[in-house]
């Protein structure tokens, strides 16, 4: 049972540049979202989705895309790359919306954005 | 939104009792109260949840206050291992969690 698993585990973007940061569960959760984080502010939720294709915007979308046209993969896109978007990014997974269930975190991906 | 305020940083010695705080000055009724706790270069790990009755599994115990503006996680005996970074967090409702700043928990031998 791989739980989350998200790649790559580190890259290095140039301003301007478009990415995509890959999340895959194998625990048919309904819900999955993606978090930044950055020093002193904690885990910050990005995007949500209760199923599939169903997303919605969290605390800080701008900047980022996401898709869910399956339960297993959520994949985040950063549109065009910019330096405030230097973080490290979690994608997490729930058996429901998170209400009542703990949230499966993945191992991240430290991103720089030069 | 719930407003999730922790303290920066506790230290605790080895095989004592950890009590770490959390406020949530602005939880609504049906938010559920989460601790997560992260070691470095890790993603956050599930510790405990409760809405509004004392828990306790296998790794802590959580006590949220009447009115719930307020829980504490409860490490029995702290080890060495337990050094890390918790965070509380709010809500869980289709908006996600709201997570506190984090407490770096140390642990002295």
């Known amino acids: 049972n791989a739980g989350v698993t998200q790649t790559p585990k580190f890259q290095v973007l140039k301003t301007g540049q478009s990415m995509t940061l890959q999340c895959a569960q194998d625990m048919n959760h309904e819900y999955m979202s993606w978090y930044r984080q950055d020093p002193g502010m904690g885990l910050r939720l990005i995007h949500y989705?209760?199923?599939?294709?169903?997303?919605d915007q969290g605390e800080v979308p701008n900047g980022y895309n996401v898709s869910r046209s399956t339960t297993e993969d959520f994949p985040l896109r950063l549109l065009s790359a910019a330096p405030s978007q230097t973080s490290v990014y979690f994608c997490?997974?729930?058996?429901?919306?998170?209400?009542?269930?703990?949230?499966?975190f993945g191992p991240g991906t430290r991103l720089t954005v030069t | 939104d719930a407003k999730t305020t922790q303290p920066n940083s506790m230290e605790s010695n080895e095989e004592e009792p950890v009590h770490l705080p959390c406020n949530h000055s602005?939880?609504?009724?049906?938010?559920?109260i989460h601790w997560y706790r992260q070691l470095p270069s890790q993603g956050p790990e599930y510790v405990i949840h409760?809405?509004?009755s004392n828990v306790n599994n296998r790794m802590a115990s959580l006590a949220i206050a009447e009115d719930r503006k307020s829980s504490t996680l409860i490490l029995h005996r702290a080890t060495l291992r337990d050094a890390a970074v918790y965070y509380c967090a709010s809500g869980g409702g289709a908006d996600g969690l709201t997570f506190g700043k984090g407490t770096h928990l140390i642990i002295q031998p």
């Open positions: 409760g809405l509004t």
């Open positions: 989705s209760v199923g599939a294709g169903i997303t």
């Open positions: 602005t939880i609504s009724g049906t938010d559920y």
């Open positions: 997490a997974s729930s058996y429901s919306r998170g209400r009542t269930y703990e949230q499966y």
